[in-house]
Nanobody
Framework: QVQLVESGGGLVQTGGSLSLACAAS????????MGWYRQAPGKQRELVAS???????NYVDSVKVRFTISRDNAKNSVYLQMHSLKPEDTAVYYC????????????????WGQGTQVTVSA
């Protein structure tokens, strides 16, 4: 069955960088929108960034310029490069596969990773 496994989370100082990776298995998602979500304690899960099969990207305003989403279809993977990290970025980050083509919203997610913790110290 489909599995998404995240890696790369950890503790970083304010202003630092961190790279997340998500490897999917079970089927190819090269034609699907992939994305990263995050959820802080007591907060709703929110879309951080998405990327469709032709590499068009979208970002939540708070991470634009600082974060970069990319994908490697040969590896069935999606990545999130995070720079200039802030304490507000602290959350569990989840990779996701959107089952509605050309649309990347929380309600469109069909597959979730288990999450990786990102903590940014002040």
């Amino acid at each position: 069955q489909v599995q998404l496994v995240e890696s790369g989370g950890g503790l970083v100082q304010t202003g630092g960088s961190l790279s997340l990776a998500c490897a999917a298995s079970g089927r190819s998602f090269r034609y699907y929108d992939m994305g990263w979500y995050r959820q802080a304690p007591g907060k709703q899960r929110e879309l951080v960034a998405s990327i469709h099969s032709r590499n068009v990207t979208n970002y939540v305003d708070s991470v634009k310029v600082r974060f970069t989403i990319s994908r490697d279809n040969a590896k069935n993977s999606v990545y999130l490069q995070m720079h200039s990290l802030k304490p507000e970025d602290t959350a569990v980050y989840y990779c996701a596969i959107h089952v509605v083509l050309l649309r990347a919203r929380l309600s469109d997610v069909g597959y979730w990773g288990q999450g990786t913790q990102v903590t940014v110290s002040a």
